[in-house]
């Protein structure tokens, strides 16, 4: 018979990050709220951990972050303008971003690293295994990468990592684990991790991408993990431990993605990522693919 452990039923989302790459335009808003089209990324983020069942979402913040805040609270003012000209599509979109989850914050003080914004969770989290989610990672809700981890770590207990294989050329950009194969196409052991190796010293070109389900044994972990690469205290890091001892906090777990996914971490990703949702929506798709197939055809 299957173990079954704790329900998962709260998100974190680390939002403290400065955002250099994406300057001037993050000089004085927040990279998670340059829009994808017409919404915030991290509005298409809790989008995703509601749409796998998590509606309790803790955002880790830091300085300048207070329209992340804002775009989750309530706008009176707006609603009522909207309301008085009759504008009910737009209402809906307005209050659509303040009825998604129960909201919470926690600032970051002192930035850092990835490892220090999820022990900034600890307080909320308590006990309970939990989601960890990256802004600069947009998966496609037709592709529900984070239920499928969630199923996992309810049915196998420890933790759970999200992966994709990546031209060896590109593993340096990333964290990546070694792995063994399991009964399940998608799913695999994890043996070991390493945060952004040379390609000649990687042990796969199996990439960690940016969504975690994690027991709070991590927690501990995190609290005596000294800074590594970069001078941070890094979350893989305190992984390799897990996966090192099952004794810590149970197995490590990757689940295999080969869905769709938008990376807005980067300035050319993130266009593309904007052309490719515009091109598939079908309020804006028609019209704008047709421009697009001009332009590449007459004008470039």
């Known amino acids: 018979m299957t173990e079954s452990h704790p329900r998962i039923s709260k998100a974190v989302i680390p939002a403290a990050g400065l955002g250099t790459r994406f300057l001037p335009a993050t000089k004085a808003t927040p990279k998670e709220m340059l829009p994808?089209?017409?919404k915030p990324a991290i509005q298409y983020v809790v989008e995703e951990a509601v749409g796998a069942g998590l509606s309790d979402v803790l955002m880790v913040t830091g300085r300048n972050k207070r329209p992340l805040e804002d775009h989750f609270d309530r706008n009176y003012e707006l609603e009522s303008a909207l309301t008085r000209k009759g504008d009910a599509a737009?209402?809906?979109?307005?209050?659509?971003s303040s009825d998604l989850a129960t909201m919470h914050?926690?600032?970051?003080?002192?930035?850092?690293?990835?490892?220090?914004?999820?022990?900034?969770?600890?307080?909320h989290v308590g006990d309970q295994p939990f989601a960890v989610l990256l802004g600069d990672d947009l998966i496609d809700p037709r592709d529900p990468l984070?239920?499928?981890m969630v199923?996992?770590?309810?049915?196998?207990g420890g933790s759970v990592i999200a992966l994709m294989?990546?031209?060896?050329?590109?593993?340096?950009?990333?964290?990546?684990?070694?792995?063994?194969?399991?009964?399940e196409d998608d799913v695999v052991r994890v043996t070991a991790l390493v945060e952004k190796p040379d390609q000649a010293e990687a042990p796969s070109n199996y990439a960690i991408?940016?969504?975690?389900?994690?027991?709070p044994a991590v927690f501990e972990i995190l609290r005596e993990t000294e800074p590594g690469r970069g001078g941070e205290i890094q979350l893989t890091d305190a992984l390799q431990k897990l996966a090192a001892d099952e004794k810590l906090g149970g197995p490590v777990h990757g689940v295999v993605f080969k869905?769709?996914?938008y990376d807005t971490g980067d300035r050319g990703d993130y266009l593309r990522a904007i052309v490719r949702l515009a091109c598939e929506r079908e309020d804006l798709g028609p019209d704008f693919r047709t421009w697009l197939r001009r332009y590449v055809t007459e004008e470039m």
């Not at 991408?209 to 027991?215: A, M, P, Q, S």
């Open 165 to 183: 294989e990546v031209e060896p050329s590109q593993i340096h950009l990333y964290g990546c684990a070694a792995v063994e194969a399991t009964g």
């Open 209 to 215: 991408i940016g969504r975690y389900v994690l027991d």
């Open 90 to 96: 737009r209402l809906a979109k307005v209050q659509e």
């Open 259 to 261: 869905g769709r996914r």
């Open 151 to 156: 199923e996992i770590q309810e049915r196998e």
């Open 36 to 38: 994808v089209v017409d």
């Open 105 to 123: 914050y926690v600032r970051q003080g002192d930035p850092k690293g990835l490892g220090h914004a999820v022990l900034c969770a600890a307080p």
């Open 146 to 148: 984070l239920s499928r």
